[in-house]
């Protein structure tokens, strides 16, 4: 069983480039979110959906754009990057409130 | 709002010593307490969980006990191994009526051999 599936790995961008950072479970979780992770500063929230055609915004939703069309998949976009941005990036799902999240391998994203 | 404070790192201990990794949290109502660790390059995995107060969640012996009278969730181990080197997040379940999860700063355990 697959999980939180988490694509690319890795990826380097230069200043003002677009990238979307690719996300999919495979246990019918309604709830899915995006984090960041960045030394000293824990796991912050970007952007979070509590089902299909259904987002909001996190702590620092800023420069960044989400989208649900289907339970499965919950895409990061990256509008413009900046420097800022560099950051481990986590996919994460759960089925309610008051149960785990699973979370995917992370994105490791530098900005040039 | 609620949030979770836990114990700065780096601990650094040596192989069969006692772990304690503190974490205190605020919040309204009754909030879903969780260990998570993260080994090296790879994502959170649940350690353990309690749901309620005077609950004790366990895995592989590690425990912590959702203490709602000093608001605590103290992980503890008896006898730690170099391969529980990791960093460790305490984490609660938001209790606005949201499905968000909120996140301690994280704790890095370094274990000696």
């Known amino acids: 069983n697959a999980g939180v599936t988490q694509t690319p790995k890795f990826q380097v961008l230069k200043t003002g480039q677009s990238m979307t950072l690719q996300c999919a479970q495979d246990?019918?979780?309604?709830?899915m979110s995006w984090y960041r992770q960045d030394p000293g500063m824990g796991l912050r929230l970007i952007h979070y959906s509590v089902g299909a055609g259904i987002t909001d915004q996190g702590e620092v939703p800023n420069g960044y754009n989400v989208s649900r069309s289907t339970t499965e998949d919950f895409p990061l976009r990256l509008l413009s990057a900046a420097p800022s941005q560099t950051s481990v990036y986590f996919c994460?799902?759960?089925?309610?409130?008051?149960?785990?999240?699973?979370f995917g391998q992370g994105t490791r994203l530098t900005v040039v | 709002g609620n949030s979770v404070t836990q114990m700065e790192g780096p601990v650094t201990l040596s192989e069969e010593a006692f772990l304690t990794i503190n974490c205190t949290y605020t919040a309204t109502g009754y909030p879903s307490l969780f260990w998570y660790v993260q080994y090296p390059g790879e994502g959170l995995q649940l350690l353990l969980k309690?749901?309620?107060?005077?609950d004790k969640g366990s895995n592989k012996g590690f425990e912590a006990t959702y203490r709602k009278e000093t608001t605590s969730f103290h992980l503890e181990k008896g006898s730690v191994q170099v391969s529980d080197s990791a960093v460790y997040f305490c984490a609660l379940t938001d209790t606005s009526g949201t499905y968000k999860y909120i996140f301690g700063t994280g704790t890095r355990l370094k274990v000696l051999a």
């Open positions: 246990m019918n979780h309604e709830y």
């Open positions: 309690a749901t309620k107060a005077d």
């Open positions: 994460a799902s759960s089925n309610g409130r008051g149960t785990e999240a699973f």
